[in-house]
């Protein structure tokens, strides 16, 4: 519905009504009704009224002179809001409506200044939340380069117990038990020196490619390669299965799988192998070891050396376990006795097996 104002006298309009009356409308109509009625002459009318009108003007001109100084001084008080001069609500006494105006902005004013405060405070603890995003991103990043490196050495389900998240590094220096494997290739020497060096490799990296899945595949971690021989790790992390059954199961299907590359290669007309496999369980000592510039995370011990000397010993498709992972394993396996055996740099001699493949 269309608001309507009386045309009060504190009021521009009324004023400018008022004005228009005292300067242009009563005096001259006074003047008419004077001289048509016959009580004055024109003489007479310029010399009586003639102060009349101008007092008449004059106090019209000065009703709509404030009128327009408080449009003015509004105007004024607005600038200054805008200009940052003035904080404060603008405190007028002036006609209705520029009362009206100057409450309406008041009130305008104080939201804006609401709004500037909110948005102040939204804009801090967006500031919060970019840096806590940053900080999230960051480890998350941190993290992620670290799943990155991980995956080269164990399964991607294994990649997570291996991560300390609070420290968001790899688990402390210990001394624990675990079951180690060492896979070599035999004569890898003599086979090398009669192909090109393009070709070892690419049978490398095609060998060891499907080893380190097998590994994988058994919840074991790879330790590293040194030339032909891979050396792997179980019982590092706690995973599914035993670790000396975990090992032996990869030994097996590591010679399955050799086999299987073997005809592969025969069919091919190429260079054929044979690996041998040792395994022994024991004390071991995890942790980063190496130099400032060069770190490797790897397992050392009396047990490590034992499981290279059984590699050492077993001949192409064979698998050597030591006495303890023999104890150790919980799986159907077919497993014969070689005796105590003597192993360098072991004053008593150790019992090992065989574990005959179907």
Known sequence: MKETYRR???????????????????????????????????????????????????????????????????????????????????????????????????????????????????ATQLMVY???????????RQEEELRNRLSRY??????????????????????????????????????????????????????????????????????????????????LVDAAGNPAENAIRTAVEMQAATEEIMKERLRNNQELFEAGIGINTGQAIIGNIGSANRMDYTVIGDCVNVAARFEEMAMGGEIIIGEQTYLENTGDFTIESRGEVYVKNKMEPVVCYNVVRD
């Open 8 to 122: 009060e006298y504190n009021t521009i309009g009324g004023k400018v009504l008022s004005g228009l009356a005292l300067m242009a409308v009563i005096p001259y109509l006074l003047i008419f009704y004077l001289y048509f009625t016959g009580n004055i002459s024109f003489s007479d009318t310029i010399l009586l009224y003639l102060p009349v009108i101008l007092f008449s003007t004059l106090v019209g001109y000065t009703l709509l002179r404030k009128s327009a100084d408080n449009v003015y001084y509004l105007s004024r008080e607005t600038r200054m809001v805008e200009t940052g001069e003035r904080t404060e609500p603008i405190q007028i006494a002036a006609d209705q409506e520029l009362n009206e105006i100057a409450t309406h902005f008041n009130m305008l004013l104080s939201r804006l200044e609401k709004m500037k405060r909110k948005n102040q405070e939204q």
């Open 130 to 140: 970019s840096q806590d995003l940053a900080l999230s991103y960051e480890k998350t």
């Open 154 to 235: 164990v399964g991607n389900h294994l990649v997570e117990k291996l991560i300390d998240l609070k420290g968001g590094g790899l688990v402390n220096t210990e001394r624990r038990q675990v079951t180690v494997l060492f896979a070599d290739i035999r004569s890898f020497t003599t086979i090398a020196e009669r192909m090109v060096a393009e070709d070892v490799v690419l049978m490398l990296n095609q060998y060891f490619t499907v080893m380190v899945d097998i590994v994988f595949k058994n919840n074991g971690l790879l330790d590293k390669f040194v030339g032909d021989q891979l050396i792997a790790v179980f019982g």
